[in-house]
């Protein structure tokens, strides 16, 4: 989407209304005695800039990186203003992530998105950054499920993941990359030990992306969180886990992770089903048999199968 041109040192900043009072007659006298500005450097500069970016493609074709490294980063030193530079700090990026430099290329995707807004790069580079994240997230699975461990890649820390997500957020929101991002973020805050956020995180995604394809997922992940609280003894959520798991099914009847949710809700069921035996028990060894009856007659009503199993 289109965005504001962030002015830095321009020269046509200050005008009559800037300058206001004495100012302004400065400035209109510099306009009669030199007459009105010339094209701004960036216009001049672009030949330039765009000799060097194919100098520098023409060492990278040749394999000569060090030095095709060197004539990008001058052209985005050297002509920071021009359209072509932008382009300069595309290759630069991706010379980083082809060298599995993963957070140099993250930042070199991000300089271009923070210097260059109106670039017909800045959502490639959103993009990209997108899948260089994916592939972090990727790669720290593996480890986790198979025990791989990490590749040759230099993987940032896990902890940074959060924040990745978060610049894409913030500069690329309107983009196509956007509703992943928000998602990948809920995810990733799970993973890392903040579920309330996480919750709320996907939550923020349902809210502003009800359509998207990915909206059942954060639905369903959303009950999953609470489930997988139960499921690790926190029992006093088994009733709010289960509903959440049967508004989902309600919502989106047709999403592929409807058999994962019916399956959840029968684990809820045993869950709540044992602990009410579990209690039942506990106050017959109390020799509190009002309170046993109770929890009993709750187990007869919901779950008689279970409760005849214990007779």
């Known amino acids: 989407m289109p965005r504001t041109p962030v002015v830095e040192n321009c020269r046509y900043a200050r005008g009559p209304r800037a300058l206001g009072g004495a100012g302004s007659l400065l400035w209109l006298v510099g306009i009669l005695l030199f007459g009105a500005p010339s094209p701004g450097a960036e216009v001049r500069d672009e030949p330039h800039a765009a000799k060097g970016v194919e100098a520098g493609r023409q060492h990278l074709g040749a394999g000569r990186l060090g030095k ?7 052209v985005v030193r050297r002509y920071p203003r021009t359209l072509v530079a932008a382009e300069a700090q595309w290759e630069i990026a991706g010379m980083y992530a082809r060298n599995r430099e993963i957070s140099k290329a993250f930042d070199a995707y991000q300089k271009l998105v923070d210097k260059f807004p109106n670039s017909d790069l800045h959502n490639r580079a959103v993009a990209r950054q997108m899948e260089l994240v994916s592939g972090i997230m990727s790669a720290y699975r593996r480890q986790d499920t198979r025990g791989e461990r990490p590749s040759d890649a230099l993987l940032p820390p896990r902890i940074e993941i959060k924040t990745m997500l978060r610049m894409i957020l913030a500069s690329g929101a309107g983009t196509e990359t956007a509703p992943e991002a928000q998602f990948q973020l809920g995810v990733v805050l799970e993973e890392t030990g903040s579920p309330k956020t996480a919750k709320r995180t996907h939550e923020t995604f349902i809210d502003r ?12 992940q959303i009950a999953y969180i609470d489930f997988k609280r139960v499921r690790e003894g926190d029992l006093g959520r088994i009733e709010w886990a289960a509903l959440e798991m049967i508004d989902f099914l309600g919502r989106y009847p047709d999403s592929p992770k409807v058999p994962e949710a019916h399956h ?6 045993e869950f709540e ?5 579990e209690m039942v028990a506990y106050y017959e060894r109390q020799g509190d048999a009002r309170a046993a009856a109770v929890y009993r007659d709750r187990l007869q009503a919901k779950y008689p199968a279970a409760a005849a199993g214990d007779q």
């Open 264 to 269: 959840c809700v029968r684990m809820l069921g």
């Open 209 to 220: 992306y009800p359509d998207h394809p990915l909206a059942d997922d954060a639905a369903f």
């Open 68 to 74: 095709a490294l060197n004539v990008f980063e001058s």
């Open 273 to 277: 089903a044992q602990h009410w035996r």
